[in-house]
């Protein structure tokens, strides 16, 4: 039993202040009582000496503390005080519980947070999904349609008119692998660098398309209205002149991914080859009719125009003006032309007033001496009119009024084409180049005047006197 007149103690043991009260035969004062539990003749370890003490290796004394303090315990080890019993307490295996996975401390924050984070992801996603549907699919889609080729194949202008042409055109349009893409109907504006898609020439129609991989691009004898004559005839010019045009087109469509759908704008420029001023252009089978035709043609032949590009062009009816030593001589008149790519030979039926020929007969010898040096003359064309079923078509006329056509034509193949000629459809003709041949006059005027002798204008012009 506690005698009340114990008084309470405070011992401090390794920093903390351990309250209990003397037990029966325990003094505060002298904690050298009675022995307890065999350390008889054992001194009490000095709590602090060991810790005072630098460098020393001895285990600082620790203490225990169990619940509901009545008896303290010494040993001569370990300080064990605020024991329930006189037992020891037993040492701890030290072992520290294991710490949860990452994924299973993941798991249980969200079950606690459940909530928190489902009107955050609501919030999330009312915020992402106009963003993906708005912009980013839209972009996704254009960059696919901008990134895509547009080759042509062919293409033609055919049936024109002052206010119309019918237009035709072969392409592809070529998407990634895996993907499928619906193109409504769009209507494309063609137009010219200089005027931009506001300004067109003419507009075309496409219809739907479904875009699987590489889809072709039909437009198939479609007419169309020339909505700028000027821009019409800008863009013609330079498909004729050039060696590179470049075809622009714009138009804007609903593209469908699925079930996503955005406005797309398609804007494509394609390089061309052009038609390079019809380069390569030359006169074949020339020969001199006499006498005269009817409707007044005394020189015909082939001329063929060369079309590099991929376009087939239909003029109709071409008059050409025929030009000898920088001097008009008459007019050439080909029919029905149709210009497709490659070479295209087509005859033409000419008239040569001759008489404008001696009238400056000096300047012709002039311009063709380097020509005639070879045994060549160099004839030229360059356009007059283009009427197609009797009317005339003003763009292309103004187009080809401003190309000058040349080729060097051999003296002895108009030589040659002048016997066949003559041999089908005018004996007297020989006879006449026979007797020019063998006398003095006529044509051996004119072939002497190719070999270089003397007085070459009187000589050339008795010469002509004597085949007329």
């Known amino acids: 039993m506690v005698n009340p007149e114990q008084q309470s103690e405070k011992l401090s043991v390794d920093g903390f202040e351990a309250d209990f009260e003397a037990d029966e035969g325990i003094s505060s004062k002298n904690l050298t009582g009675e022995p307890l539990n065999g350390t008889e003749g054992k001194p009490v370890p000095d709590l602090y000496e060991a810790r005072d003490q630098p460098g020393t290796s001895e285990k600082k004394p620790s203490v225990e503390y169990i619940e509901d303090i009545r008896t303290p315990y010494w040993d001569t080890e370990n300080v064990v005080g605020a024991v329930r019993n006189l037992s020891p307490v037993e040492p701890s295996s030290g072992k520290i519980p294991a710490r949860p996975g990452f994924w299973k401390r993941r798991r249980q924050h969200y079950r606690r947070h459940w909530i928190l984070y489902t009107v955050g992801t609501v919030i999330l996603l009312a915020i992402l999904l106009p963003i993906v549907f708005l912009v980013v ?42 993907l499928t893409v619906d193109l409504k109907p769009i209507t494309l504006s063609l137009f010219t660098n200089e005027s931009g898609p506001t300004d067109p020439y003419v507009k075309v129609n496409l219809p739907e398309y479904h875009l699987k991989g590489e889809t072709k691009i039909n437009i198939t004898r479609q007419t169309v209205d020339i909505l700028n004559q000027d821009r019409f005839e800008e863009f013609m010019e330079s498909a004729v002149a050039s060696k590179k045009f470049t075809l622009s087109a714009s138009g804007a469509t609903t593209a469908y991914l699925g079930a996503l759908k955005a406005p797309i704008k398609l804007n494509k420029e394609v390089k061309l080859t052009g038609f390079n001023n019809l380069a390569g252009f030359e006169f074949t089978n020339v020969a001199i009719v006499f006498p005269s035709d009817q409707d007044g043609t005394n ?37 029905n032309v149709f210009l497709i790519p490659g070479n295209n030979t087509v005859p033409i039926r000419a008239t040569f007033d001759l008489k404008t020929a001696i009238q400056h007969i000096g300047l012709i010898l002039q311009a063709e ?39 060097e034509v051999p003296l002895i193949k108009i030589l040659v084409g002048t016997l066949q000629q003559g041999l089908s459809s005018n004996n007297s003709l020989i006879s006449s180049i026979v007797s020019a041949l063998n006398g003095t006059s006529g044509l051996s005027s004119l072939l002497g005047e190719l070999t270089g002798k003397s007085n070459p204008s009187s000589s050339l012009l008795s010469g002509l006197f004597s085949l007329l």
């Open 137 to 178: 699919f839209p972009a996704i889609a254009q960059r696919l349609v901008d990134n895509a080729s547009l080759p042509i194949y062919s293409a033609s202008i055919t049936n024109p008119t002052p206010s119309s042409v019918v237009y035709s055109l072969s392409s592809s349009l070529k998407i990634p692998a895996g």
């Open 369 to 407: 001496s380097s020509a005639l040096t070879k045994g060549n003359v160099v004839i030229s064309a360059s356009g007059n009119s283009t009427v197609y079923n009797g009317v005339h078509i003003p763009y292309y006329e103004a187009i080809l009024n401003n190309v000058l056509l040349t080729g």
């Open 299 to 335: 020189l015909v032949g082939n001329i063929t125009l060369p079309n590099p590009t991929v376009i087939s062009l239909e003029l109709g009816n071409v008059t050409l003006n025929m030009i000898i030593g920088n001097v008009t001589m008459g007019q050439g008149r080909i029919e």
